[in-house]
Nanobody
Framework: VQLQASGGGLVQAGGSLRLSCAAS????????MDWYRQAPGKQRELVAS???????EYVDSVKGRFTISRDNAKNRMFLQMNSLRAEDTAVYYC????????WGQGTLVTVS
């Protein structure tokens, strides 16, 4: 299993970023995928999840601002982040729970 997150960067408050996660080594379309984040000095938290059928869930702090999606044909997951706030600054990880936890390498999002 490999998960490769990308798309992070520096953005001003109120701006937008789109994260991407490229997945390989398992049957992507059959599995729930997640985005987690870890801010400096804080525990890693679940941000959003998307099931194989496309159902989504979000942590309250990002509802209405972030949208998780997936492209099963391309084995990719996305996180569209709008109206970014300073408190969204974190390393964002794509995650798969398939008999064990798999993590991508993370992509840093900094909101100034």
């Amino acid at each position: 299993v490999q998960l490769q997150a990308s798309g992070g960067g520096l953005v001003q408050a109120g701006g937008s970023l789109r994260l991407s996660c490229a997945a390989s080594g398992f049957i992507f379309r059959l599995n729930t995928m997640d985005w987690y984040r870890q801010a400096p000095g804080k525990q890693r938290e679940l941000v959003a999840s998307i099931t194989s059928g496309g159902s989504t869930e979000y942590v309250d702090s990002v509802k209405g601002r972030f949208t998780i999606s997936r492209d099963n044909a391309k084995n990719r997951m996305f996180l569209q982040m709008n109206s970014l706030r300073a408190e969204d600054t974190a390393v964002y990880y794509c995650h798969l729970n398939l008999y064990r936890h798999y993590w991508g390498q993370g992509t840093l999002v900094t909101v100034s």
